[in-house]
């Protein structure tokens, strides 16, 4: 069974960084697109940015160009997702999620599987 776990979330003040990571495992990965969102209390969740696992093509939002990142590391079976220069705006709760399909998509429904999230907070 595929399994996703996040982590390194916390609490950080505005202006900091933080290094999310979603470890992969149980099944293949090869072909899977692996996408980053987030959800605030109130809000729906949202799509920050996804990668191609073959390739690492990605692709981001607009409001996550040119503060986030998103990787890979085929080793060790996990997909990043770099955050800079954090603002009180993006505190929430932050999900990663598979797709089986391998094809980069924006919204939740496509994607098959979830970790159960890491809180990040920004203080200001």
């Known amino acids: 069974q595929v399994q996703l776990v996040e982590s390194g979330g916390g609490l950080v003040q505005a202006g900091d960084s933080l290094r999310l990571s979603c470890a992969a495992s149980?099944?293949?990965?090869?072909?899977?697109?692996i996408g980053w969102f987030r959800q605030a209390p109130g809000k729906e969740r949202t799509f920050i940015a996804a990668i191609r696992w073959n390739g690492g093509r990605t692709t981001y939002a607009d409001s996550a160009k040119g503060r986030f990142t998103i990787s890979r590391d085929n080793a060790k079976n996990t997909v990043s997702l770099q955050m800079n220069s954090l603002k009180p705006e993006d505190t929430a709760v932050y999900y990663c999620?598979?797709?089986?399909?391998?094809?980069?998509?924006?919204?939740?429904?496509?994607?098959?599987?979830w970790g159960q999230g890491t809180q990040v907070t920004v203080s200001s």
């Open positions: 149980g099944g293949t990965f090869s072909r899977y697109v």
């Open positions: 999620a598979a797709d089986r399909q391998s094809v980069l998509g924006s919204s939740p429904s496509r994607y098959d599987y």
